[in-house]
């Protein structure tokens, strides 16, 4: 008689489940049945290389933070999308690094001197974080207040005072910069945002890159490593039953229900978050029921962790010479194609100043062409900006820009823009955000609990190893590398060889 292979189901198809599925058919050879379940169209989740306007984009996952000993590194290589193809290929975001100039100016065009003036202020906001991961910014206010105080310390000690206008400046500056920290850490409020606990987070060593390829190549090798028929498309969990072995999944629009011997979820904290709620339905249909429902220690840790939303605006620009001022400088001609300016990159110190400037374009630190020279440039955008951005039609998004860029860069000619395409992760129903932080109450224990496989204790049927019902990966589940594909591929494997070691013992 044939003993029956052990059934594993993975549920979502971003890197982490992927990988978990690869290490499972890789090294587990012909052991598992495996099955990967997603709900969305197309692999690769948080992962989406994209087009626009003949450039590649990424509208996730953008960087391989830290190049040295990177798994995901490794794996772009080996799927050939380090190399630059040659015919087809297409520009894509910051091929030239990062840009030896940047352009910094305050709100209605006076540009920032360098090194008087951001550079010092971007050496003492750097110094007070420092600080402050290292437990060292003291209590009362929050992150902000505590910012502000060390840049009113600042200015109380500089000789001479140097008046009110550069002190507004500064102040500006530090609200750039606290724009950056909300985009690179997702919280809304720096003040949700624990930055002792934060100072766990690490970057692989090396520099930081983006993959000409594009970032879609590396999980498209890993699904093509996968036996035929492994990942199946458009089946959305809505229920789990995990109580007792085999697993039960049942999906959204009525597809034939599965069961399993092992169940490993990697659906993003935002959608775990939505289905701490009574009703499964809510969140566009985005929650999944659990019965019986999570235990007290994972709902725990998943309502403490921050889950925060970051969304991309890319801009296809052109420099028009005003046509008179009847249009304020807007709807005129092209610029004549013999010398046509570049796109700075431009760092924005928001002041206040000017009323037509929409309130959610005040969230974002700089818009910089994705390479020097290109037509198309970017914005970053966190917590309520990045979520507002989403409810936009797009003229009002290219109304509110032009307004930024006619009062940061007043000459002629003019910056217009033809087209957008942006992101829209929080209102997606299988995402529900962007990606994780270690939230003021929270702390990387949560995230250690978060990869803790259920039930917690031995099955009373086989009192010598828990049974393993439902196994947890994604980026949310790892203490070091949280919020990163550096986080999520290895959680995959991590989970996939609990499995292994599950039937070896
Ligand atoms: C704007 C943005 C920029 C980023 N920039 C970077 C960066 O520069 N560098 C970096 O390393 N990381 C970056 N990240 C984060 C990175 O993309 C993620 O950490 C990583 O891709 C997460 O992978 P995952 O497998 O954990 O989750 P996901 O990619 O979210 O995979 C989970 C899958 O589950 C599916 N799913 C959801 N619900 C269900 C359901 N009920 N049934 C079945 N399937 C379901 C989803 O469709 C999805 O495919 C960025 C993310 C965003 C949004």
Redesign the pocket.
Known sequence: MVAKKPRVVV???????LAAAQRLCGAGGDRFEVTV????AR?????LTSEFAGHRVE???????GVVGSP?YALARDAGALVEEKEGGLPYERMDGFPDRVLTVAEGGEVVDGDTVAGPIAELYRGMMEAARAGEAGDGGGVEEYLRRGLRAYQAARSGGGGKELEEVEEALLAMHINRERTDTSADDLGDLDLTAEGEYRDFPGEHATIPGGYSRVVERLAAALPPGTVRLG????RLEWGETPVRLHFADGAPPLTADHVIL???LG?LKASLGKDASGAGG?A?AFDPPLPPFKREAVARLGFGV???LFMEVEAVEPSGPEDGGCGGDVHPAAAPPDFPFLNMAFRGLVAKIPWWMRGTESIYPVHAGSSVALAWFAGREAAHLESLPDDDVIRGVHATLDSFLPATPRWRVKRIKR?G?ATDP??LG??SYVAVGSSGEDLDLMAEPLPRGPDTADERAPPLRVLF????THRTHY??????YP??VREANRLLQHYRG
């Open positions: 549920v979502g198809a971003g890197i982490s489940g379940v997603e709900a969305g692999v690769g989740g948080r992962i509208m996730g996952a953008t960087w391989v933070q995901v089946l959305r969990l809505r990697t659906v993003s959608v985005a999944i970051v969304n991309k992101s992760w299988l995402f962007s990606y990966a994604g980026e949310a919020s990163t594909t550096h986080a999520a959680s995959g």
